[in-house]
């Protein structure tokens, strides 16, 4: 199961609302959700919460260290309180997904996420989950800095909070452990479209004998 809750961001007002705050968005929510309030814990270096969650003791943490350093709160958390990495989840800004978009994953490279990169040093490994929040790409590499360390449009804001509210709902399978429908929920944005009814075997018939009427009338 998930036992730490972690999103990741850089403090103070001036980056409140810029797309690398995505992850503190996303524990915002989750507090809120759980009817809970993240206090300064300068033990581990960030806001912290505790809740009790089916029996079991559950964190959530947004590190205070500026994304760089977010590994530095996170160990200290991690550490303390024996938590493996395996049951850690970082809610991140991603890049490479669509605003409106998320993804689930277990492991694999920090793809030059500087606060992934800094908990990969920090933990030791990378198998740890994250859960990658789309803020899109500006297109240009050399854009990146500035379009994380800025606001997104109103529509990708909408669309980012919408991915947040849905990903909310995948925490009770977070929290048994389900990661698989934990990851359709996550992975799932929009309803599939009903397919239109096929006519069955009488009407198509009768579609066909009318065609073949228009065609021989004169």
């Known amino acids: 199961?998930?036992?730490?809750?972690?999103?990741?961001?850089?403090?103070?007002?001036?980056?409140?609302?810029?797309?690398?705050?995505?992850?503190?968005?996303?524990?915002?929510?989750?507090?809120?959700?759980?009817?809970?309030?993240?206090?300064?814990?300068?033990?581990?270096?960030?806001?912290?919460?505790?809740?009790?969650?089916?029996?079991?003791?559950?964190?959530?943490l947004k590190p205070q260290t500026f994304m760089n350093l977010s590994g530095k709160s996170v160990a200290a958390l991690a550490n303390?309180?024996?938590?493996?990495?395996?049951?850690?989840?970082?809610?991140?800004?991603?890049?490479?997904?669509?605003?409106?978009?998320?993804k689930l994953k277990l492991g694999g490279s920090h793809a030059g996420h500087n606060g992934?990169?800094?908990?990969?040093?920090?933990?030791?490994?990378?198998?740890y989950w994250r859960l990658r929040l789309g803020v899109g790409h500006p297109g240009n590499k050399a854009e990146v800095v500035n379009w994380v360390l800025k606001k997104p449009s109103l529509d990708h804001r909408i669309a980012i909070d919408q991915t947040i509210d849905r990903a909310l709902k995948a925490?009770?399978?977070?929290?048994?452990?389900?990661?698989?429908?934990?990851t359709l929920l996550v992975h799932t944005s929009k309803p599939a479209r009903?397919?239109?009814?096929r006519p069955d075997n009488a009407?198509?018939?009768?579609?066909?004998?009318?065609?073949?009427?228009?065609?021989?009338?004169?």
């Open 1 to 60: 199961m998930i036992r730490l809750f972690i999103g990741l961001g850089n403090p103070g007002a001036d980056y409140a609302d810029t797309r690398h705050n995505a992850g503190f968005w996303w524990i915002d929510a989750l507090a809120r959700e759980l009817n809970t309030t993240l206090v300064m814990d300068k033990s581990y270096h960030g806001l912290v919460a505790r809740v009790s969650l089916q029996g079991q003791p559950v964190w959530l």
């Open 80 to 102: 303390f309180f024996k938590i493996a990495p395996q049951d850690i989840l970082v809610a991140h800004d991603e890049l490479d997904i669509a605003p409106g978009e998320a």
């Open 116 to 127: 992934l990169r800094d908990i990969h040093a920090q933990l030791g490994t990378d198998q």
């Open 171 to 182: 925490v009770p399978h977070f929290l048994t452990g389900d990661m698989q429908r934990a």
């Open 194 to 197: 009903p397919k239109p009814p």
């Open 203 to 218: 009407a198509a018939a009768d579609i066909a004998l009318d065609t073949t009427k228009t065609k021989t009338e004169p």
